[in-house]
């Protein structure tokens, strides 16, 4: 089905999850869920992508990050920045699965929202997790340039108003 979905075949795509949720055990029909959510996130279905990736994700028997960083992904491509974060949140406290990538996602989220400190903290963790992730030291540069620059410009904002307050009034 991935391929399928891959190639925008999505009436293909979607017969052949059909199928395999018809004759997939149990315990692996979370793979299932996950492709109908991947289908429906390419369909600009993100509402329905969410659900099935949170399905999905209670259908795992390892209870990994992996649906929640997809679901976070879905909610945050829809809008709704408040529920990714706290799809991302639930993530990085798994146990298993890609926890340097439900970091970066987080702080993508708390990025978004000026959150920057906050986001700083995330990159750091994801590096501590995974120290040759490229993509979350330049998101740790970046923030780090942007904390800089509020910095100096707070600086900035408290020398002029020390000297207004040095100035003699008229």
Known sequence: ASNLIALAQYELASQALDHAHSVVATEHIHHVLAQRGHLLEHQGGFVAAEERFLEAHQCDPDGDA????????????????????????????????????????????????????????????????APDYELAQERLDDVQRILQAEGEQHEGEERSSASAALRPSS
């Open 66 to 129: 992996t649906y929640l960083i997809y679901a976070g992904s879905v909610a945050f491509q829809r809008g709704d920045v408040a529920q990714a974060e706290g799809l991302a949140r639930s993530a990085v406290k798994s146990s298993e699965g890609c926890i340097d990538e439900a970091y970066l996602n987080l702080g993508g989220y708390l990025l978004s929202q000026r959150k920057y400190s906050e986001a700083r903290e995330c990159y750091v963790r994801a590096l501590e997790l």
